[in-house]
């Protein structure tokens, strides 16, 4: 008889509420839904909000960055190249320069060499002909005395005591 009395009960109470009219639990659970709802957008949504704000700025000032350091970089690539390459026009000037005085400097003591020889050899060549003048001068006075000892030797006689002109080729 219990069991007849619950499903009693339960018919009773089944006849009396209608599906399009919320009852008080929906009307609870859908306040309690609305305040969760308010306390989420106010104090969760807008923390989280900033910060994803924030990464953005710094996600979209570090693409910035990036650009600006790429254009740098290029910028200090480009000067790099230029300043090399002014600096190699500059030591081929410098190095073209150099040998340039090298030559003239190596021309200069060749001349200077060449000049000093010059003069060197004129003056052996004066010298030596000084010399031979001297020698010859020397040899055509003491040619009569070795021609009168040779004769003395040859012949047995003195002929130094004799004077005979020597004919010179020079006399004609």
Request: no cysteine.
């Amino acid at each position: 008889m219990a069991d007849s009395n619950v499903v009693l009960l339960a018919a009773e109470g089944g006849g009396q509420s209608n599906f399009l009219i919320p009852n008080g639990t929906f009307i609870f659970v859908l306040l309690i839904f609305l305040i969760v709802l308010g306390v989420i957008a106010k104090w969760v949504v807008p923390p989280i909000s900033r910060v994803l704000h924030e990464r953005e700025a710094m996600v979209f000032k570090t693409a910035e960055d990036n650009r600006r350091a790429a254009q740098l970089r290029a910028a200090a690539d480009a000067d790099y190249r230029n300043v090399m390459a002014d600096a190699r026009r500059e030591a081929t000037s410098v190095r073209e320069e150099a040998r340039a005085e090298g030559r003239k400097i190596v021309d200069d003591a060749r001349a200077r060499a060449n000049a000093e020889v010059s003069t060197l050899l004129q003056q052996a060549n004066e010298q030596l002909t000084q010399q031979s003048r001297a020698l010859t001068t020397d040899l055509q006075s003491s040619v009569e005395t070795l021609a009168a000892n040779l004769a003395s030797r040859v012949l047995g006689v003195d002929v130094a005591t004799r004077t005979v002109p020597v004919a010179t080729g020079r006399e004609r």
